[in-house]
């Protein structure tokens, strides 16, 4: 019998899995409607790096500092729940405000030559988009991105408790003696 201690961390994943699929569906259809002829709107981003082609660095960077908030808390027994269920769970209240946002707004395309991989029915390119097989070229004005991070730096910061500092210290009074004066042969 599952304790009932998990059974928030588990309502808040099922309600993270949903939102995140609803969102990924409303990208689809925004995409769809995305008015494509229009000229694309300033972008500083752009402006700086016109030659930059690898738009995925974003997902990654987004996964690294994910998986980089996990292993901080993960083995800190005592707040670990707390964390992981508050953090699942604004970000599921963020996907719905941002799917909100982004059927309300329809901003035109950044890339002109930018191509949709998500060309088959919207409930399937969703599952897709969940995955990050597939990506949609439409411009939204509630970045999901800039949530997720904004997101993992408040669970670090409102979480810590000012110890990340020990291993490095360790280290450094364990090495300190070599290469330095403390050397001894």
Not at 7 to 30: D, E, G, H, K, R
Not at 92 to 111: E, H
Not at 117 to 135: C, D, K, Q, R
Request: hydrophobic share 45%; charged share 10%.
């Amino acid at each position: 019998m599952v304790r009932l201690t998990y059974l928030p961390l588990c309502f808040s994943v099922v309600f993270f899995l949903i939102t995140l699929y609803i969102n990924s569906l409303v990208q689809v259809w925004a995409d769809r409607n995305s008015p494509y002829w229009l000229p694309a709107l300033p972008d500083i981003g752009h402006n700086l790096l016109p030659y930059w082609t690898y738009y995925k660095i974003n997902d990654y960077f987004l996964l690294t500092s994910f998986v980089l908030v996990i292993i901080r808390y993960i083995f800190q027994r005592d707040i670990r729940l707390i964390v992981f269920r508050r953090w699942l769970f604004l970000q599921a209240a963020m996907f719905i405000m941002r799917s909100i946002s982004i059927y309300v707004t329809s901003l035109s395309v950044p890339l002109p030559g930018c191509n949709t991989t998500a060309v088959g029915s919207p409930p399937i390119e969703a599952f897709y988009i969940m995955s990050l097989m597939h990506a949609t070229c439409g411009d939204v004005l509630f970045s999901g991105h800039t949530v997720t991070l904004t997101l993992c730096a408040l669970a670090w910061t409102t979480y810590s408790k000012g110890e990340e500092h020990y291993p490095i210290r360790w280290l450094w009074n364990k090495y300190k003696g070599i290469n330095g004066r403390n050397q001894t042969w």
